[in-house]
């Protein structure tokens, strides 16, 4: 059977729930739930998986800190002996409007820590990522203290009503491939 891993970036600790950087986090939660899939601790973080269309899905929430997403990920990845191209990463961007959602298969770090860590770990920046965007539209503020922030309530009603978009591409991504996702999803403006 096909593995698929499929990893949500955060943070791990109560004062990081809910934040804007935890968004990955958030994703995994809402599919595990919506699968009935129970996430355990394992070594360097929580997991849990499911088969879907014929595929098994291991969802994966490391515990190692954003900075260091690269040594679960890698770790996870070898041990369960999953392709490169059979790895999806789900994480904030600071760069897109809040609740848009792009699909790519490459692409630089952007500045994210944790994408550095997996580029450096896997030694390349071809894996696909999904992007959840978390601007808003102050001009200047601290990056940092915004990127560990919590979402206002209305930013987390427009989360909320999302993240079954982030399932679908997930899930598509799964059965369809990275090309086909992307075609049929990216450029798709946000739900609410």
């Known amino acids: 059977m096909t593995k698929f891993l499929i990893v949500g970036l955060g943070n791990i600790g109560d004062e990081y729930t809910n934040t804007r950087h935890n968004i990955g986090f958030e994703v995994i939660n809402h599919i595990a739930a919506a699968f009935e899939v129970e996430m355990t601790t394992h070594k360097?973080?929580?997991?849990?998986?499911?088969?879907?269309?014929?595929?098994?899905?291991?969802?994966?929430?490391?515990?190692?800190?954003?900075?260091?997403?690269?040594?679960?990920?890698?770790?996870?990845?070898?041990?369960?002996?999953?392709?490169?191209?059979?790895?999806?990463?789900?994480?904030?961007?600071?760069?897109?409007?809040?609740?848009?959602?792009?699909?790519?298969?490459?692409?630089?770090?952007?500045?994210?820590?944790?994408?550095?860590?997996?580029?450096?770990?896997?030694?390349?920046?071809?894996?696909?990522?999904?992007?959840?965007?978390?601007?808003?539209?102050?001009?200047?503020?601290?990056?940092?203290?915004?990127v560990l922030g919590k979402f206002s309530e209305e930013e987390q009603n427009l989360v909320d009503k999302n993240l079954p978009k982030c399932q679908e591409i997930v899930l598509s991504f799964v059965k369809m491939g990275l090309e086909n996702t992307m075609n049929k999803f990216n450029g798709i403006p946000p739900m609410g």
């Open 44 to 146: 360097l973080g929580a997991k849990g998986n499911f088969n879907y269309s014929g595929k098994k899905i291991i969802l994966l929430k490391p515990s190692t800190f954003m900075n260091r997403s690269g040594k679960a990920l890698r770790y996870w990845a070898l041990k369960e002996n999953i392709a490169l191209q059979n790895i999806l990463v789900i994480t904030d961007d600071l760069h897109l409007p809040l609740a848009a959602l792009r699909l790519k298969g490459k692409g630089s770090d952007g500045g994210h820590n944790g994408l550095k860590d997996i580029e450096a770990q896997l030694n390349t920046p071809q894996y696909s990522r999904l992007r959840f965007g978390i601007q808003n539209d102050k001009q200047t503020f601290n990056q940092v203290d915004f």
